[in-house]
């Protein structure tokens, strides 16, 4: 069964660079999937962030393009999340999942709470 | 982008009543929508995909229906657990959006 576990900083201070982790177990993030970055927020409610296959192929939502990295390492079977020049509009609970276009989200993360403060 | 309009906010109800939430796309999904349910403190779970097909070990008292823009998600007998937030989700285009949910609690 595959697990999946967000990691990274539950605080990050404005303007600074959110780094989020998704490591993927009992399966390989190489398999034929997509994979997800989801956040929510009582003002946004559920926000799809953007997806990558482990080519490295990426897609991503427009509102955040411009401040968005999504990546791959299939050596250490996790993907990973960067969103720069963070404001608090961006605290929120951080979910990676399975899925995208192709899939549903079948597969969620517990959710890591990022607040953004100084 | 597509929005996805959930209606009602909030449906109150007891055990063993028939719940009916809905979900209205601003343009048409195709059968390109699923449900999840969320439950305080937890990430959402699939529930319905494709429209109205049933996720794996999900109750028969769930069921899926509609196409192209109006969608709806029956719960047929409510049971204590049933009593969470409802969204909906489309995968017809980017970006994939969600609805603002569905809050089904007791009456």
């Known amino acids: 069964q595959v697990h999946l576990q967000e990691s990274g900083p539950g605080l990050v201070k404005p303007s600074e660079t959110l780094s989020l982790k998704c490591s993927v177990s009992?399966?390989?993030?190489?398999?034929?999937?997509?994979w997800s970055w989801v956040r929510q927020s009582p003002s946004k409610g559920l926000e799809w962030i953007g997806e990558i296959y482990h080519s490295g192929t990426t897609k991503d939502n427009p509102s955040l393009r411009s401040r968005l990295t999504i990546s791959v390492d299939k050596s250490e079977n996790h993907f990973s999340l960067k969103l720069t020049s963070v404001t608090a509009a961006d605290t929120a609970v951080y979910y990676c999942a399975r899925g995208g276009i192709l899939t549903w989200f079948d597969i969620w993360g517990r959710g890591t709470l990022v607040t953004v403060s100084s | 982008e597509i929005v996805l309009t959930q209606s009602p906010a909030t449906l109150s109800l007891s055990p063993g009543e028939r719940a009916t939430l809905s979900c209205r796309a601003s343009q048409s999904v195709r059968n390109f929508l699923a449900w999840y349910q969320q439950r305080p403190g937890q990430a959402p779970r699939l529930l319905i995909f494709d429209t109205s097909n049933r996720a794996t070990g999900i109750p028969a008292r769930y069921s899926g229906s509609g196409s192209g823009t109006d969608f709806t998600l029956t719960i047929t007998s409510l049971e204590p657990e049933d009593f969470a937030v409802y969204y909906c989700?489309?995968?017809?285009?980017?970006?994939?959006?969600f609805g603002g949910g569905t809050k089904v609690e007791i009456k």
């Open positions: 989700q489309q995968r017809s285009a980017w970006p994939l959006t």
């Open positions: 009992g399966g390989s993030v190489s398999s034929s999937n997509w």
